[in-house]
T-cell receptor
């Protein structure tokens, strides 16, 4: 599975959009981009995933560049409850392992 | 639906003692996983199961055994606990794409 690179930490003002970047320059054609988050001491929570098209659900939007070497997770209106560590993971559809790195610690500021 | 539940939530063991962690899911998922998370780190896969009666090794399987006798349950055993196994243990299940995580078991080995 391809490796990912994320900034270690980011701040975002409450009510503003949070844009979390992820670099996955070695991604292969059959690897999906997944995003999970982990609120302090809890189990990780699935957010969204995509292959090459942009995706949106009730939690977030995922923007994948045309060359698929990077992506951005967008939380449109960040709240204090969005403070968490966000993990960007790439994996093939049939693979069983999620390789969690150290993620980005997002702090939403009142 | 209770989702994914884990028993116990906390446990303290002495070196050399044994214990079993229980994971249960009521979503009829075929795939189940055990991860460990050390302080400041991402999750690492210990063992996984693709169906009742089957198990496979993950990234860090040494010192652990697992069993999947029933589809809804996945047990993680420590035969002779060591201080290096002090960690938070998360169980997860999936119907295919996204993984659903339990709340975790915090284990301390002294």
């Amino acid at each position: 599975d391809a490796k990912t690179t994320q900034p270690p930490s980011m701040d975002c003002a409450e009510g503003r959009a949070a844009n979390l970047p992820c670099n996955h320059s070695t991604i292969s054609g059959n690897e999906y981009v997944y995003w999970y988050r982990q609120i302090h001491s809890q189990g990780p929570q699935y957010i969204i995933h995509g292959l090459k098209n942009n995706e949106t659900n009730e939690m977030a939007s995922l923007i994948i560049t045309e060359d698929r070497k990077s992506s951005t997770l967008i939380l449109p209106h960040a709240t204090l409850r969005d403070t968490a560590v966000y993990y960007c993971i790439v994996k093939t559809a049939g693979a069983n392992n999620l390789f969690f790195g150290t993620g980005t610690r997002l702090t939403v500021i009142p | 639906n209770a989702g994914v539940t884990q028993t116990p939530k906390f446990r303290v063991l002495k070196t050399g003692q044994s214990m079993t962690l229980l994971c249960a899911q009521d979503m009829n998922h075929e795939y189940m996983y055990w991860y460990r998370q050390d302080p400041g780190m991402g999750l690492r896969l210990i063992h996984y199961s693709v169906g009742e009666g089957t198990t496979a090794k993950g990234e860090v399987p040494d010192g652990y055994n697992v069993s999947r006798l029933k589809k809804q349950n996945f047990l993680l055993g420590l035969e002779s606990a060591a201080p290096s196994q002090t960690s938070v243990y998360f169980c997860a299940s999936t119907p295919g794409y996204e993984q659903y995580f339990g709340p975790g078991t915090r284990l301390t080995v002294t």
